[in-house]
């Protein structure tokens, strides 16, 4: 429901915001299996224990786990880290448009401006979630795995979905009836 909630919501944002109905469709769904795809990282480490020695849990049983709370704080500190990135991206692309590039040269200019800078920010907090798995603690070391994880592929889909998405939909990714 609150993930439901936040989507919903972030949708109705952003086609305020660009104009758009496929740009929130794309933003929300590019979330949704950003998120579904770390879970399933985090439940395959600790609860099925696949590679659970490599970040440091040495138990009698081969799996841990999980807390409760920890896929909604994933997912709460995975949206906002994407919504940027997405953002991001998406007011470059809009910035060139309108000033009169064409659509596949506006998202060219756009990814050329604003990916270092997404990629960057996106190294720098899988870095830091990444330094999670040093702690002692098995809960700290799921929202390390679960969130480095969840910010590669948000930004790995950020940088390859949505300009794929934006150049082959063209002049229709910006329809607003």
């Given at each position: ?18 104009r ?14 950003t ?8 439940t ?42 997405q ?57 390390g ?8 592929l948000a ?23």
């Amino acid at each position: 429901l609150v993930i439901g909630t936040i989507l919903i919501l972030s949708m109705l944002v952003l086609l305020v915001a660009f104009r758009s109905l496929l740009i929130p469709l794309q933003a929300a769904i590019t979330n949704l299996v950003t998120a579904i795809a770390a879970f399933g990282i985090v439940t395959a480490c600790f609860q099925w224990g696949w590679g659970i020695g490599l970040v440091g849990i040495d138990t009698n049983l081969d799996t841990v786990p999980i807390a409760s709370y920890v896929p909604l704080m994933m997912f709460a500190v995975l949206f906002g880290l994407s919504m940027d990135y997405q953002v991001f991206l998406l007011s470059s692309v809009d910035h060139h448009r309108m000033h009169g590039a064409g659509e596949k040269e506006s998202v060219r200019l756009g990814l050329k401006s604003s990916a270092r800078v997404i990629a960057a920010a996106a190294l720098i907090m899988i870095s830091v979630f990444s330094s999670f798995v040093l702690n002692g603690d098995p809960v700290v070391k799921q929202f390390g795995v679960g969130l480095a994880s969840a910010v590669f592929l948000a930004a790995s889909m950020v940088l390859v979905f949505a300009p794929a998405l934006l150049t082959l939909m063209g002049r229709w990714a910006w329809w607003m009836p």
